[in-house]
């Protein structure tokens, strides 16, 4: 019997963040964008003029001029930005820079949102004291000196382990869902890397489904051709909100692509990671218009959601977050598809250099087939929702369970095969 007793504590701690976004933009009028960084300080002194009464909380890397978002515990914070002209993520001396405002000081509260502040960094801007500030290297530190820190400060970005890592135990797959909070600091979330990066291979995001971990793929990734490819590997809380985790993967991804001049990568989802990767190359393609995302392979994804969110939601005594998203007819699920999720009028699609190539699976492991065909998991009407094959350039079906599928030579041939012919075209 699952244990629910401490979801509404764990919900309690992710909905006590304070939210703030706004837009960055730079004055200079050169013709090539560079990437801006903004930066969350926390004000832990009394002086406000000295540097040792702040500390960073949180950054934003974006690719050109858009939309950032942080979430903060309580506390005052300041904002500070720069342009990145070199694009290493580091501000050096010379590059523009936006000072803090004493005078635009946010001081948040358990819930509140701070929306719609607008930054703009000055050509000619340099901040008080000369001196380097490497985001890069920001690492997160004891989980005791963390408890108050946000989940982008708590973030891997590209840190090189291996599949057997002890973060991606199922124990923390399954802790991801019913303590996402937890899962945070014990786990660490963003997009691990199997080798150091090559510039000379493409990257292929993984995304895993809920409860799932990065070793879902371990039978994908052994069977990839390893020489043109590399995995970048996100892992994720899968019980929180998936528009929240869709940002996450947007911003680490960005961060990734502005330190390593990425161009173009490759998407792998399974299960209902299938609908973050969608919500999360939606995002993308909006915000990196340079970047590119040729192919998209989802396997055995709810689309049309899951009718045992709908009833968690209205049974339970305690509801995940997630299963809002999940439940059919969710405002998530019609954002995938829809510019208006409400009136549903306006259909919103991949970008057409997107090639999304659909799987589904459709066996079940009992002998007795009852009710609507499913894959143990997911129903295959769910898997085969009209919008998203509208969207689909091919579509391929399975003799294999909800699980299975990733572990079928047959699949993982395709996927490979897939890959390569999208190198080639």
Same mark, same amino acid.
């Given at each position: 019997?699952?244990?629910?007793?401490?979801?509404?504590?764990?919900?309690?701690?992710?909905?006590?963040?304070?939210?703030?976004?706004?837009?960055?933009?730079?004055?200079?009028?050169?013709?090539?964008?560079?990437?801006?960084?903004?930066?969350?300080?926390?004000?832990?002194?009394?002086?406000?003029?000295?540097?040792?009464?702040?500390?960073?909380?949180?950054?934003?890397?974006?690719?050109?001029?858009? /939309?950032?978002?942080?979430?903060?515990?309580?506390?005052?914070y300041g904002i500070v930005a720069f342009e990145d002209s070199n694009a290493n993520l580091i501000y050096e001396p010379g590059e523009p820079f936006l000072r803090m405002d004493p005078a635009r000081l946010i001081t948040c509260k358990?819930?509140?949102?701070?929306?719609?502040?607008?930054?703009?960094?000055?050509?000619?801007?340099?901040? /008080?004291?000369?001196?380097?500030?490497?985001?890069?290297?920001?690492?997160a530190r004891s989980v005791d000196d963390q408890t108050n820190a946000t989940l982008g400060q708590l973030t891997a970005v590209g840190e090189v382990v291996s599949l057997d890592d002890p973060r991606f135990s199922d124990e923390n797959g399954v802790l991801g869902l019913w303590k996402p909070f937890d899962f945070m600091f014990t786990a660490r979330p963003g997009i691990y890397f199997l080798e150091p990066y090559d510039k000379h291979k493409i990257p292929v995001v993984f995304v895993h489904g809920i409860t799932g971990t990065p070793t879902n793929f371990r039978t994908l990734i052994a069977r990839m051709d390893r020489e043109r490819f590399q995995p970048f590997l996100y892992f994720y809380p899968s019980g929180g909100r998936l528009s929240t985790i869709a940002d996450h993967l947007t911003q680490t991804m960005m961060k990734l692509e502005a330190r390593y001049g990425i161009r173009k990568f490759y998407v792998v989802a399974h299960s209902m990671g299938g609908l973050t990767a969608r919500g999360f190359i939606l995002r993308h393609q909006a915000l990196a218009g340079r970047v590119e995302i040729p192919l998209f392979i989802s396997l055995s994804t709810p689309w049309g959601g899951h009718k045992g969110a709908a009833y968690g939601v209205k049974m339970s005594p305690a509801v995940v977050r997630v299963w809002y998203d999940m439940a059919p007819d969710s405002e998530y699920l019609h954002s995938l598809y829809y510019a208006d999720p409400e009136t549903r009028k306006v259909p919103r699609t991949l970008a057409p250099k997107t090639a999304h190539h659909l799987m589904f699976s459709f066996k079940r492991s009992g002998s007795v087939a009852i009710g609507e065909a499913d894959d143990d998991t997911v129903t295959v009407s769910s898997e085969l929702l009209w919008q998203a094959q509208r969207d689909a350039v091919r579509l391929y079906g399975f003799n294999a369970t909800h699980m299975s599928i990733l572990e079928t030579t047959d699949s993982s041939t395709l996927i490979s095969e897939i890959m390569i012919k999208a190198l080639k075209d």
């Open positions: 019997m699952l244990d629910l007793s401490n979801v509404p504590q764990q919900q309690s701690k992710i909905d006590s963040a304070c939210r703030i976004d706004g837009s960055v933009r730079s004055a200079t009028s050169g013709a090539e964008p560079h990437p801006i960084v903004v930066v969350l300080a926390r004000l832990t002194g009394n002086d406000l003029e000295r540097r040792d009464s702040w500390q960073i909380a949180d950054h934003f890397v974006l690719e050109q001029a858009g /939309r950032w978002m942080f979430s903060a515990g309580t506390g005052t358990a819930g509140e949102a701070f929306k719609d502040i607008a930054l703009v960094v000055p050509a000619e801007g340099r901040p /008080r004291e000369e001196g380097g500030i490497d985001i890069a290297a920001l690492q």
